[in-house]
T-cell receptor, first 116, second 117 residues
């Protein structure tokens, strides 16, 4: 069975600090996809990134970066120079994404609070 | 391009009643997914519809059901409502990519907040 663990329930930082959100996953599949979503107070889940299991290259998008390490089954998310607008709940998710099972398994989320 | 839309935004029902939630996917997307986000339980997968058929179902009782229409929009029906059905119900859509034989990422709607009294 698939499982995603986000051990950090809540993180508080001061604006401009860097922050890393941890994600550890379990799956028996050799082909899978990992995701990060952001859920602001409005409730809508906003897609941030998708990474497939064959691509371990780290990715940077503006202030966001992701570190995927298959050896430790981790897919961590770093926000550089955090801003108040980054305050939200962040979810890591996993899917085996085969033709018969494309559901997302979510972690419990990490609530990030960025203050001035 | 319009995103995933859901209606209604909010809903208040009483125990035992029935409710229907609606979702319209992004144009061109053939798959629709339903998730429940209840307090303390996180995001739980409910149902997946693709090309009009139910493809996968989460660990929910049969009183949770749905369907997908020829235009790919979808309905989620919940019968005999219970207090613990109070939650945010999120719909997502995606499309199949034949070149890579997988589905692209799921894009979510704003959700329907259901309160059962």
């Amino acid at each position: 069975a698939q499982k995603v663990t986000q051990a950090q329930t809540e993180i508080s930082v001061v604006e401009k600090e860097d922050v890393t959100l941890d994600c550890v996953y379990e799956t028996r599949d050799t082909t899978y996809y990992l995701f990060w979503y952001k859920q602001p107070p409005s409730g809508e889940l906003v897609f941030l990134i998708r990474r497939n299991s064959f691509d371990e290259q780290n990715e940077i998008s503006g202030r966001y970066s992701w570190n995927f390490q298959k050896s430790t089954s981790s897919f961590n998310f770093t926000i550089t120079a955090s801003q108040v607008v980054d305050s939200a709940v962040y979810f890591c998710a996993l899917t085996e994404n085969t033709g018969t099972a494309s559901k997302l398994t979510f972690g419990t989320g990490t609530r990030l609070q960025v203050t001035l | 391009e319009a995103g995933v839309t859901q209606s209604p935004t909010h809903l208040i029902k009483t125990r035992g009643q029935q409710v229907t939630l609606r979702c319209s996917p992004i144009s061109g997307h053939t798959s629709v997914y339903w998730y429940q986000q209840a307090l303390g339980l996180g995001l739980q997968f409910l149902l997946w519809y693709d090309e009009g058929e139910e493809r996968n179902r989460g660990n929910f009782p049969p009183r949770f059901s749905g369907r997908q229409f020829p235009n790919y929009s979808s309905e989620l029906n919940v019968n005999a409502l219970e207090l613990e059905d109070s939650a945010l119900y999120l719909c997502a859509s995606s499309s199949y990519l034949p070149a890579v034989r997988s589905y692209n990422e799921q894009f979510f709607g704003p959700g329907t907040r259901l309160t059962v009294l």
